[in-house]
């Protein structure tokens, strides 16, 4: 019988704390993540459909900042903390369509 340092046995993929795909976030990062992804897209909803008075360009720009900070937290969540769940995935998916579409609109709009 060998005996597996508990490091050692987390580096190797064996009894990490993250659950599977078809599983709810297991970590804190996990929720966190998924908690600001969300509300990053409901906001980014909310600008898209609300003349704030503020100029284009500012509107978007300041929708950005939210959306590096949720893109940030699910990266950590899924390559630190190995988060696989699906809603994770989901959020993942969410941030790259509306991140990729405030990002096109700040360089239509400064062009």
Not at 7 to 16: E, F, L, P, V
Not at 69 to 86: D, F, K, M, N, T
Request: aromatic residues 8%.
């Amino acid at each position: 019988m060998t005996t597996v340092s508990a490091s050692a046995n987390h580096r190797m993929g064996g009894d990490h704390a993250a659950g599977h795909f078809s599983s709810l976030p297991k970590t804190t990062m996990g929720w966190i993540a998924t908690g600001v992804a969300i509300a990053y897209i409901v906001l980014a909803a909310v600008m898209a459909n609300t003349a704030l008075g503020l100029p284009t360009w500012l509107d978007f720009s300041l929708a950005l900042i939210p959306g590096v900070v949720a893109a940030i937290l699910v990266g950590i969540a899924l390559i630190r903390e190995r988060e696989r769940s699906w809603l994770i995935w989901l959020v993942a998916a969410g941030l790259v369509v509306f991140l990729g579409q405030s990002l096109l609109m700040v360089a239509m709009l400064t062009l």
